[in-house]
C-alpha cells in the first residue's frame, strides 16, 4: 500500500458541507438514521466519545463525522476518526483523517503520532521516524511514539537510541507487557544477555500469559546453552516437541550441530505427530554435519 505524506503543512480546510464518507466504514449510516440530531459541536464529540466508551467505534465516528459539519476545522475530531480507525486497521482512512488533521494544525502532536504509527504499518520506516520525532519533540508523553522509535532505531542497529526510547515509554506505561518486552529484545539484540532475561522476567510479572516473552526467553536461554531452562520456558506456551524442535533450531542456526542434531532427535522421539517437522530439520543438520 502506498499513501501520499504530507504533515506540518498548511491547506485549506474542508467546507462545511462536505463528503466525509472517505473517513468511515462499518455499519450502515442508516444504522443511526433514529439517533437524534446534535445541536452543536461540543455535544457531537460527547456523543462521539460516549459511543467510543461503551465499545461501539462505528457510531463514534458517526458522531465525530457530525460534529465536523458543524465545525469542520476541529483538528481534534478529525485526531479521533483516525485514532479509531487505526485500531480498526483501516490505515488509509486513518492516514487521511490524520492528515486533516495536521493541515488544520501542523503541531497536533498526537495526530503527528498516529500518522507515524500508520507509516510504519506501510513500511515507510524513515518517513515513519522524522514524523514521530517530531510528535515527542512537541510532546514528550507519547508512549506509543516512544515505543515505535524504539522499534525503528532496532530496525537501524542503533540499540542504545532504542533502549533509551523504550525506558521513555515505560516511565510513562510501567504496566506494559509489550513495551517491556520489546525492551529486552532490544538488549537481546545488542548482546546484553543478562538486561534481556531481566527485562523478560519483568514482562513476565507484569503479564505471566505474555506468550511472546516465554518464547524470547526460551530463544536466550538456548543461546546461552541453558538448555533445562530453555525448554521449561518454551513449554509454557507451547508443546514439548515443539520445544525440543525450536532448541534445535536456535543450536543450528548458532552453528552448535551436535546440539541441534540432538535435540531434533529428541523432538522426533517425543512426538509421532510432530514427526514430519523435527525429522526435516534432523537430516538437514546431518547432511551439514557430513561436510564439515
Known sequence: MTLAVMVGCASNPTPAGKDYSGLYSGKSELTFSTLMPIGSAEEGIARGDSALARGEPDQAIFEYIRTLELEPDNAEVFYKIGSINLQKGELTKAHSAFQKALERDPEHSRSLEGMGLVLMQIRQPEQARIVLEQAVSLNETLGRAHNALG?????????GQASVHYENALRLSPLSARIQNNLGYSHYLAGRWNLAERAYLATLNIDPRYKKAWQNLGQLYARQERYDEALD?????????EALNVVGYICMNAGKLEDAERFFRYATEASPSYYVAANQNLEQVRRVMAKR
Open 151 to 159: 522499534i525503528l532505531a532496532d530496525l537501524r542497529g542503533e540499540f
Open 233 to 241: 520456558a518454551l513449554t509454557e506456551v507451547m508443546t514439548k516437541a
